[in-house]
């Protein structure tokens, strides 16, 4: 359950500064995979965060008091239980040890508690595992504040509400480590459902401009990695989530009257949702799971953004786009995601012999086709193909207009591509060569059948 970081290097100047250890304690699956982060200098322990769990939280106590040394500060990142609800134990454990959070996160913490046991509440279903008795933070920080505890420099900045009414992030320059909460997560779904899916992409590039160079982050969830990565990754994921809610809410027969997306769009974006997250850890709810807390927040924002008008070009690529829907999926062979702003289709295709490509579909609006461009991994070649879709929905191309033929012989080949829906979801994919000559022959044909969500 416990897990030693060796990421605290001999600290840089000020030469006070004590060597210390960054240490991970991890949540059961019960807790949501939570993690409390404490770091051991010579002169003491800080905690930071502190799980929800009482088993959790006591065996997070005992990890720390087999250290022999002081707890001299608990610092929490924001109000949800899974990572205040084991201050009791803590708090028992070290009695009149400081407990720190910022105003905003202090309130939280007391409202996300109160409703989360009311009657029907969800911490309820946590029985005895969950500490009805609220410990709250004995110290109020300021945002910008620094601190000093057991020999160490803390930074405690707000960065308001994304997927929490607050969230802290607690940097410690000399161990170049910013503590993120669920602010960040690394090899998960960033969690953007919210009552505004939107916050994310304003608060993370000023979590990143805020702690330059060399900083890894250390998440309330799952492993650490480098800030900079992190943040790409999980804007990606934030972005890649609202395309495929524009794309399905741009249909106005998605559309409520008041502007909501139907129940039926619902489902479809749920599906869509679990299928882009279904890869990804997942804190012990699944894919399914997982999209159930998105969606309520990107519909949010969808809503949100449609009071403004779309740009007649974009509306009319995404009506191109929308019937290409059934592309989308997790398949043996690679995965296809909707792209940015709802107006491309992506994936990653892996072929015979260990290819990798990169297969992108899109629309060109004044010319009234489409196009499917194909980039191999390997040898950077680029393959384009053009063509329509027909009255039943197969989208038919070909690289005879681009002229991206291959030699055989010294013989020009060319390739025609058919993409074929079919009623039960799945897919045809046909490919034919020819001479250019209007001739095909048939090659390939695969069924294209999604993976099962875990």
Do not use: C
């Amino acid at each position: 359950m416990f897990s030693s970081s060796l990421s605290g290097a001999q600290a840089a100047p000020p030469p006070k500064t004590p060597a210390a250890l960054i240490h991970r304690a991890v949540a059961t699956q019960g807790g949501y995979d939570a993690n409390a982060w404490w770091i051991e200098t010579p002169e003491g322990v800080v905690l930071i965060d502190a799980l929800m769990l009482r088993s959790d939280a006591r065996a997070l106590v005992a990890a720390i008091r087999s250290t022999g040394k002081a707890l001299r500060a608990v610092l929490i990142t924001h109000a949800h239980a899974d990572h205040f609800g084991g201050l009791p134990q803590v708090r028992a454990a070290f009695p009149g040890v400081p407990i720190v959070a910022t105003r905003a996160t202090a309130d939280g913490m007391r409202t996300v508690h109160e409703q989360g046991l009311a009657p029907n509440g969800w911490l309820r279903a946590l029985g005895e595992e969950y500490e009805h008795t609220l410990v709250t933070p004995t110290q109020i920080a300021q945002s910008g504040d620094t601190l000093r505890f057991a020999g160490l420099t803390f930074i405690i900045r707000d960065y308001g509400a994304v997927e929490s009414d607050n969230n802290s992030a607690i940097f410690v320059p000399a161990l170049k480590a910013v503590f993120t909460g669920d602010l960040t997560v690394h090899g998960a779904s960033f969690y953007a459902g919210g009552p505004d899916a939107r916050l994310a992409l304003r608060a993370l590039p000023r979590l990143r401009a805020d702690h330059p160079g060399d900083v890894t982050a250390y998440a309330g969830h799952y492993g650490p990695r480098p800030l900079d990565r992190t943040v790409d990754d999980n804007l990606a994921q934030v972005r890649r989530l609202h395309a495929v809610t524009a794309l399905v809410g741009s249909s106005p027969a998605n559309r409520t009257p008041t502007g909501d997306l139907t129940l039926e769009a619902k489902r479809l974006l749920l599906l869509l949702t679990a299928m882009q997250t279904a890869d990804r850890a997942d804190y012990g709810v699944g894919a399914v799971g997982m999209a159930r807390f998105l969606v309520p927040g990107l519909v949010s924002s969808f809503v949100s953004d449609s009071a403004r008008k779309t740009p007649d070009i974009t509306q009319a690529v995404r009506d191109a786009m929308r019937p290409l829907l059934f592309l989308v999926g997790r398949y043996d062979i690679g995965d296809i995601t909707v792209g940015p702003g709802g107006l491309y289709i992506d994936g990653q295709v892996v072929g015979a012999g260990g290819y990798r490509y990169h297969v992108s579909f899109s629309y060109d609006h004044a010319q009234a086709r489409y196009r499917v461009t194909s980039r191999d991994e390997t040898s950077g070649l680029i393959d384009v193909f053009e063509g329509t879709r027909d009255d039943a929905g197969t989208l038919t191309v070909s690289n005879v207009g681009p002229g991206t033929h291959y030699l055989d012989k010294g013989a020009k080949v060319f390739n025609r591509m058919h993409f074929v829906p079919r009623a039960d979801g799945s897919w045809l994919w046909r490919v034919e060569t020819g001479r250019g000559d209007g001739v095909w022959t048939q090659g390939l044909e695969q069924a294209m059948v999604r993976r099962p969500l875990p």
